[in-house]
């Protein structure tokens, strides 16, 4: 909904429009409010898509690292780290990226006693720092 | 090119820096369970159980973790140290600051973590490196990355004086805050500001806060001839 003065404004037009002896043709206004559905449904499918692929970005660049973010892999020995990640979907634009592990939260912070033979800590943290960074490319990807 | 080394310096110097409460220059004494004053408040201070203070114009500086606090008495945990008496004397401070226990990054402790004393831990991890102008040689680079500081204190200390520590952190960190780099200015980021995390409880008889400071430099590149 617009504000009172712009509806004002397009109600100003149309009679404007009306005294110089236009006319509303109502096959032109059925062909727009058409046009505007699929914009409308071609924005909702975009925001989709970004939402999306922003989330999986997220989730890889935490798990198994990102150029784009400068996050490191999670360390692996066994496995069990890795692969207790995972995404939850908790509403129609929000997700939540988790750890059942409680080895996640000694390797993101770092705490005495956590060993690196690969990957290595504060992946979350970069991964929320360089976000922006990744919400970027993603655009690009799904936008074009 | 972003010196890294400067800025890793710079970061580590601001955090040192800190002072969270202290008493000023104050006539104090020292008994064997604390510290007492005849003038002033340690609660108008601002001192809360949970702290640790550091002691200076004393004969003993060991800093000690806060077990109560009233106006003319401060209580410290004597149980693994004993605090030697010293009658009142002028020109001394109670301060809580950044923790003496310190590991600082690829750095063996300076004191091992006692079970009644606060650590800070330190980590310098730079993430991302972009060309954001041209020519390579001479154009400007854009380096960001994270500067983290962990806080630890005992378990069952209570949450009051890790979140005034914390705060006060994050009071020398604030978004736009600089730093000289070498011949580079680091700047603390503000699209992603500073944050810190809830308090965990390790399960090895510590809690802890993590503060992430998010960092960006420009700086020109050079290509190597």
């Known amino acids: 909904m617009g504000s009172a003065r712009d509806r004002a404004n397009g109600r100003n037009l149309v009679a404007k429009h009306l005294r110089s002896g236009g006319e509303v043709r109502a096959d032109t206004a059925a062909a727009f409010t058409e046009y505007l559905r699929r914009f409308g449904t071609v924005l909702s499918d975009r925001n989709t898509a970004v939402v999306t692929s922003f989330t999986n970005e997220l989730f890889t660049s935490i798990v198994d690292g990102s150029i784009v973010t400068g996050a490191p892999p999670l360390p692996v020995a066994t496995g069990a780290l890795k692969s207790s990640y995972a995404i939850t979907q908790e509403g129609p634009a929000t997700f939540r990226i988790h750890s059942s592990d409680i080895a996640a939260l000694a390797v993101e912070y770092h705490w005495r006693g956590a060993k690196y033979r690969n990957g290595g800590p504060h992946g979350r943290a970069i991964t929320v720092a360089g976000a922006p960074r990744l919400l970027a490319m993603v655009t690009r990807e799904v936008v074009g | ?225």
């Open chain 2, 1 to 225: 090119m972003y010196d890294h080394a400067a800025g890793h310096l710079a970061l580590q110097s601001r955090a040192i820096t800190l002072s969270v409460k202290t008493t000023g220059s104050a006539t104090l004494a020292a008994t064997t369970s604390g510290y007492t004053r005849s003038a002033g408040s340690f609660v108008t201070d601002g001192f809360v159980a949970g702290m640790e203070v550091k002691p200076t114009g004393f004969t003993d500086t060991t800093p000690r973790l806060i077990t109560d606090v009233a106006a003319l008495t401060l209580t410290v945990d004597v149980t693994v140290d004993s605090l030697s008496v010293q009658s009142a004397g002028s020109g001394r401070t109670l301060v809580t600051g950044l923790p003496t226990i310190r590991e600082w990054q690829n750095v063996a402790i300076q004191t091992p973590v006692k079970p009644r004393r606060h650590s800070i831990h330190e980590s310098y991890a730079p993430a991302t490196q972009e060309q954001i102008t041209s020519p390579y040689d001479g154009g400007l680079a854009e380096e960001t990355g994270l500067y983290l500081l962990r806080w630890e204190i005992p378990e069952n200390t209570g949450w009051l004086a890790i979140d005034t520590c914390v705060n006060a952190l994050l009071a020398l960190f604030t978004p736009g805050t600089a730093f000289t780099a070498g011949s580079s200015t680091l700047r603390v980021r503000g699209d992603i500001a500073p944050w810190a995390s809830g308090l965990v409880n390790q399960g090895n008889g510590r809690a802890s806060r993590t503060i992430t400071i998010p960092w960006r430099v420009f700086s020109r590149t050079t290509v190597a001839a």
